[in-house]
């Protein structure tokens, strides 16, 4: 989930500025992902967010006015993947690094009556 979508006010707003902004932004949203995942949202802490992105405290209030902005541009962010039509995720190419197989079926057999 590394999809910025400028939201809020100020910076935020406008997006940031540079490709490294957008960088850093991408990596706090991530970082609120994982953490609200494994948190919940109330027991979710800033500095947790901050720290797992690697960067202090105020850099998260650079990119964000608060926990909450965070979480709706996260829940918006996945409503608008789970919105994307099914051909683009069924028919999507594969990595090259995708080994995995779909294992093959058998016929069932049932027992006779």
């Known amino acids: 989930m590394s999809a910025v979508e400028p939201a809020g006010e100020g910076e935020a707003q406008n997006g940031p500025r540079s490709r490294k902004g957008v960088q850093t932004r991408a990596r706090l949203l991530d970082a609120a ?13 800033i500095s947790d967010i901050a720290e797992r992105a690697g960067l202090s405290h105020g850099a998260f209030y650079h990119y964000f006015d608060s926990k909450e902005q965070v979480f709706r541009e996260v829940a918006e962010t996945l409503d608008d993947q789970l919105a994307e039509p099914m051909e683009s995720v069924i028919f999507a190419p594969r990595s090259s690094s995708c080994t995995t197989r779909r294992p093959e079926r058998r016929p069932r057999s049932y027992p006779a009556r």
């Open 33 to 45: 992902k994982e953490i609200f995942e494994e948190n919940g949202f109330l027991e979710a802490r």
